[in-house]
């Protein structure tokens, strides 16, 4: 069982800047990977960013250039950097982990945390 745990999230004016963290209770250096999903109202959520165990990192289109997502395996803390936000950022983020046990995925998911960005 894993558990993740979000911070950082908050209101913002466009053009602002705000950074998410997600602690894991277990050591994130055995997780296959790691992820930053979002969910806006009235839509399914969605892929982020995220960032497999060897490092490889993979960005939507809609943030690349603006976040950025790293990895501390010391701290079990997987960090979402995002600069130029805009209204359209704003939604429910939620820290993903992935892992491969036998032949078998699972998906452990944080509560989510609320980013709002104000025109």
């Known amino acids: 069982q894993v558990q993740l745990v979000e911070s950082g999230g908050g209101l913002v004016q466009a053009g602002g800047s705000l950074s998410l963290s997600c602690a894991a209770s277990v050591s994130i250096s055995s997780i296959d990977a790691m992820g930053w999903y979002r969910q806006a109202p009235g839509k399914q959520r969605e892929l982020v960013a995220d960032?497999?165990?060897?490092?490889?990192?993979n960005y939507a289109d809609a943030v690349k250039g603006r976040f950025t997502i790293s990895r501390d395996n010391a701290k079990n803390t997987v960090y979402l950097q995002m600069i130029s936000l805009k209204p359209e950022d704003t939604a429910v983020y939620y820290c993903n982990a992935h892992l491969r046990s036998g032949l078998y995925y699972y998906d452990y998911w944080g509560q989510g945390t609320q980013v709002t960005v104000s025109s």
């Open positions: 960032i497999s165990s060897d490092g490889t990192r």
